[in-house]
């Protein structure tokens, strides 16, 4: 592989890696379908319903407000309760355990896009 190719390999490479730069970059509108789609049976993903959550659920805004959410919301499919239910294709499920609630499936890009629209609720 010549050099250049090498370059570009590293660089695509470390923007998948690293969620929030540049390349990286995801489709807020499209994070918003899938956070109302998937996680708003649980979780409050909008201020619009800011009060309407689970209790012990955190919102999404403050989720955001994290000084670590990239990394929070970009491993959540490893982050309990998630990986009994979330389905990430390529990543082995952790678990066989039967599942007490709807599994859902997201793909890696689809976890740029949900971390787009989590951005988006970031007071900065
Ligand atoms: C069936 C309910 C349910 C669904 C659906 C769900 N979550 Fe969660 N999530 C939870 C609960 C409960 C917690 C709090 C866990 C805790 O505090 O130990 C949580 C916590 C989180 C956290 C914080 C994890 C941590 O360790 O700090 C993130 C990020 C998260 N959820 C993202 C998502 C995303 C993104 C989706 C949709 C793609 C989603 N969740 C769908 C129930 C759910």
């Not at 050099?3 to 929030?20: E, N, S």
């Not at 996680?39 to 407000?65: D, W």
Request: hydrophobic share 40%; glycine share 4%.
């Amino acid at each position: 592989m010549c050099i250049a190719v090498r370059g570009i390999v590293a660089l695509v490479a470390v923007a998948w890696l690293v969620p929030g730069s540049a390349l990286a970059e995801g489709d807020a509108a499209n994070g918003e379908t899938l956070a109302k789609t998937h996680c708003q049976r649980c979780h409050v993903v909008s201020p619009e319903n800011r009060y309407a959550g689970i209790e012990s659920t955190p919102s999404f805004m403050m989720l955001s407000s994290r000084d670590d959410w990239s990394e929070r919301y970009s491993t959540f499919f490893d982050r309990p309760p998630h990986p009994v239910f979330a389905r990430v294709p390529g990543v082995p499920r952790r678990t066989n355990i039967p599942s007490h609630v709807a599994e859902f499936e997201v793909t890696l890009e689809e976890i740029d896009d949900l971390l787009a629209y989590a951005r988006t609720l970031r007071k900065e």
